[in-house]
């Protein structure tokens, strides 16, 4: 399936930082390198970084994937003096060290042939490019002279925050580009996440810029330990949601295999409510909590002593409706899941006025993935209609409206995910 | 929570009265009482997010405070923070006074250390590397202070011998206080630096992003293990009275692998390979599954598909390995006369052959509606005599090899329905065909 792509935005972007780059390298290459043995050890610290990048997975919050790097970036291009003397690498040099040093991180990840890394070389390239601009000229012309001591500390950490909002910027235009999602909810996502991580990357670069002016390059080895220990740690997270996620989704088709609904129910709802969801804006932490509620929505049938024709519960009484779906609220809360995602399972059957909007989500594509199947090749469209017929009562107009945005953008068949 | 005992009760006294002798020479000490005082504030503020947050306490400002400041007023720091926290258990003020005394005693001991080999100097000059040996030597006399006032308490109130209190403990907090130790150091550096303590408190901000992933992942990894149980307790809710067997398995499992010298991360997989072996009876009927009197043999084959319906279950989760084979292929028998394949010796996985033996262990020492419990000694009988047709002897040796060294007392106790139903189900032919 084709999605069409607004591909403007990622062109400008990688064009710019593609110029940027060559036009740093090539005015190095001219003018040399000053202080080379501070140039090799910010790169190897870059490079390093980029090394134990693990590959981008959307949904975690975990916006940086190499914060290591970013930092170790980010303080070179904040670097003004090395134990007490002051440097003189321009803005260009800065850009030319960090793209060679991430080039030379992503070679195995470029040949393990892993996507991102086009997009995630611009971001690194246009950022640094950003903070080293704003910063090496008006510090090697005695800008800051007057400043001293600590206002100065505060003005790198200025300097960083307004770098990392337009590394949100940047990296929620990619995304859009990429995906079409919505950009208002992809930008504020890329906000919050710079909260947890994003503060911790800009901090280390401030601290590793200062440590290094007062310590020299001692400084270096000192910090990276307990960002790499983050970055270990982030990646143990990462590795212990993949395997929650699978645990969840294995749960959810044990319904199937027991005959009560039909096979990859769960996973089609799940993928329905996500690009709903999506559409109606709903932020990254909420997302995963209708994933996980679409998957385990029929979980409750399993209390059942038989099963219910065909898994279909939107044509049952509403009583039964309802107490299947409390039955499934039980099942869900001694999962250890987010009680949220009970809340969600429990209330799926209420009526919509009443529920949060994630129950609505999950009422109104389960109804339209049952009514689809039922309804043979004409399915799809009778099912909407039907759904639109329902939003007197059964279902929310709003949650429809997104499901029907959804289904034409994607020819009335489900989205790939991704 | 149960009474103190008067001799741990002694005990934190002494250590009391050690924290004030080391704050005796207090009032001759000339010290930067604003650095103190700010310090302290601190670490009561970390103190507190860092308990509602994460577990685990924050250890960067107390060791930047012992590079900083003299002995005596780097004991003071801690005092705040601990006089302050909250306790959730019994006898608050006695646990709070230990905290700070405790606390108070090893930043001494480590500030002592660290001026007695001139670190002071060296963090004031940013004499790097030479900084960085003091800086070890603080932290090692910081950890072994906690580690050895911690063992003594827990050997005079919990009654652990003392020497298997301390093995633990020092090599498991040495690597995250060293790491809390180099953050410590570059505050110090930083505060005394030109930039002062408003760059120092960045150091903090990393840190506590690294600390709250931490935390994240182990509540991350207890949700999944929830989630694991909550697949067995789905097969409880279908099938009344296999209760508590899925955790029992996995026990004798585990016992059975530890026996057999597998590795840490094997015996996890066998554990879980036990505790799901059964999932796939969630694709059976309930009606089958709570059937009292016997079964037809359309009813038994329906009932024999369970390990199939179990492997396609759990084959999407990555993390279990051969467990997954174990699923498939517990009801499999050395002779090849098992199912769902006939596999035959070794072509069984060894996964399979280790679930198999704790499974028929467990059917036949706990009580099932149609007949009563066996003794541990009949069901080892009964296994040895069936080892080679039906089960690996070298599993059966090593069951009864460790249920001799620590005996069988499963963990989850079975939580049974009284006997509802009296024992008419004839008892079956073979030990392992069990519903």
């Known amino acids: ?418 | 929570m149960e009474a103190i005992p008067a001799r741990a009760r002694a005990y934190v006294v002494c250590v009391v009265l050690g924290a004030l002798l080391c704050l005796l020479p207090l009032p001759t000490v000339h010290a930067p009482w604003w650095a103190v005082a700010l310090l302290a504030a601190l670490y009561a503020g970390c103190e507190q997010i860092a308990r509602r947050r994460f577990a685990g306490t924050f250890y960067p400002v107390l060791l930047a405070a012992a590079f900083l400041l003299p002995p005596p007023a780097a004991a003071l720091v801690p005092l705040p923070g601990a006089l302050f926290s909250h306790v959730d258990e019994g006898s608050p003020w006695l646990r709070r006074c230990w905290r700070a005394a405790q606390l108070a005693l090893a930043v001494w001991a480590a500030g002592r250390v660290h001026w007695a080999l001139g670190g002071r100097n060296a963090v004031v000059a940013s004499d790097f590397p030479y900084a960085l040996l003091p800086a070890l030597a603080a932290v090692l006399a910081f950890c072994l202070v906690l580690t050895v006032l911690d063992g003594g308490i827990l050997a005079l109130a919990e009654r652990t011998p003392l020497r298997r209190a301390w093995r633990g403990l020092f090599p498991r907090s040495l690597a995250p206080i060293g790491v809390h130790g180099l953050a410590g150091l570059m505050m110090a550096v930083l505060w005394r630096s030109p930039y002062g303590p408003v760059a120092a408190l960045l150091v903090l901000l990393p840190m506590g992003v690294s600390w709250w992933v931490f935390a994240q992942y182990h509540r991350e990894h207890a949700a999944h293990q929830a989630t694991i149980r909550a697949l067995v307790q789905a097969v409880d809710i279908k099938d009344g009275y296999t209760r508590g067997h899925s955790e029992r398995v996995g026990q004798a499992s585990m016992m059975i692998a530890r026996q057999l010298g597998m590795d840490d991360s094997r015996v996890e997989v066998l554990r879980f390979a036990g505790i799901l072996h059964d999932v796939g009876k969630l694709g059976v009927p309930t009606r089958l599954l709570r059937k009292d009197g016997p079964l037809t043999p359309e009813e038994r084959r329906v009932i024999e598909l369970h390990p199939e319906y179990g492997h396609e279950i759990v084959r999407g989760i990555g993390f279990l390995g051969e467990a997954r084979a174990a699923v498939l292929h517990h009801h499999e028998r050395l002779d090849g006369s098992g199912y769902p394949y006939g596999l035959l010796g070794s072509q069984i996985p060894e996964s399979a052959r280790v679930v198999a033996v704790a499974d028929a262990f467990d059917a036949m020492t706990s009580t099932r509606s149609y007949r009563r419990a066996r003794p541990v000694s009949a069901a080892l009988a009964e296994l040895e005599r069936c080892a080679g047709a039906q089960f690996d002897p070298r599993m059966v040796g090593a069951l009864m090899l460790a249920l001799g060294k620590y005996g069988w007392r499963p963990a989850v106790t079975a939580d049974e329905p009284p006997d509802l139903v009296p024992p008419a189900a004839p008892v079956p032919s073979r030990p392992g065909v069990h519903r």
């Not at chain 1, 400084?219 to 970055?231: C, D, G, I, R």
């Not at chain 1, 429990?346 to 039922?374: F, G, H, L, W």
């Open chain 1, 1 to 418: 399936m084709t999605r069409r792509r607004n591909l403007l935005p990622l062109t400008l972007i990688h064009t710019s930082a593609a110029l940027l780059a060559t036009t740093s390298l090539a005015l190095t290459l001219w003018t040399g390198l000053e202080e080379r043995g501070v140039a090799l050890a910010f790169g190897v610290l870059v490079a390093v970084g980029e090394l134990s990048r693990w590959n981008g997975t959307t949904g975690l919050g975990l916006r940086e994937t190499a914060p290591l790097g970013a930092a170790g970036a980010l303080s070179y291009a904040l670097l003004g003096a090395d134990a007490g003397q002051p440097t003189h690498h321009g803005a260009f040099q800065v850009v030319t060290v960090v793209v060679a040093a991430s080039l030379v991180g992503c070679v195995p990840h470029i040949a393990r042939g892993r996507s991102r890394t086009p997009d995630h070389l611009a971001r690194r390239v246009l950022t640094v490019g950003f903070a080293a601009v704003c910063f090496q000229p008006l510090y090697s012309q005695g800008m800051f002279g007057p400043w001293g001591g600590p206002a100065y500390a505060l003005l790198l950490l200025a300097l960083l925050s307004l770098t990392a909002l337009c590394d949100a910027v940047l990296a929620a235009a990619l995304a859009h580009s990429r995906t079409r999602w919505p950009f208002g909810p992809l930008l504020r996502d890329e906000l919050r996440g710079m909260l947890g991580i994003g503060s911790a990357v800009c901090a280390t670069g401030a601290v590793m810029a200062l440590a290094v002016a007062v310590v020299g390059l001692w400084a270096l080895p000192v910090f990276s330990v307990p960002l790499l220990l983050t970055q270990l740690s982030f990646r143990r997270y990462a590795a212990v949601r993949t395997t929650y996620r699978q645990t969840i989704t294995s749960l959810a088709r044990s319904t199937e295999i027991a005959g009560y609904t039909p096979a990859g129910h769960a996973r089609r709802v799940a993928a329905l409510c996500q690009a709903v969801g999506r559409d109606m804006g709903l932020s990254e932490p909420d997302l995963t909590v209708l994933e996980y509620a679409a998957l385990m929505h029929d979980i409750g049938q399993l209390s059942l002593v038989d099963p219910v024709p065909a898994g279909a519960t939107a044509v049952l009484p509403v009583a039964e409706q309802r107490r299947i779906a409390l039955l499934g609220g039980a099942v869900v809360r001694q999962t250890g899941v987010s009680p949220q995602v009970a809340a969600v399972v429990e209330r799926q059957a209420d009526p919509c006025r009443e529920q949060p909007v994630s129950a609505r989500i999950v009422r109104a594509v389960n109804a339209y993935e049952e009514k689809t199947r039922a309804g043979g090749p004409g399915g799809p469209l009778q099912a909407l209609e039907e759904l639109r017929l329902g939003t007197a009562g059964d279902y929310a107009p709003e949650v429809v409206e997104a499901l029907a945005r959804v289904l034409s953008r994607d020819c009335l068949t489900l989205p790939s995910v991704g």
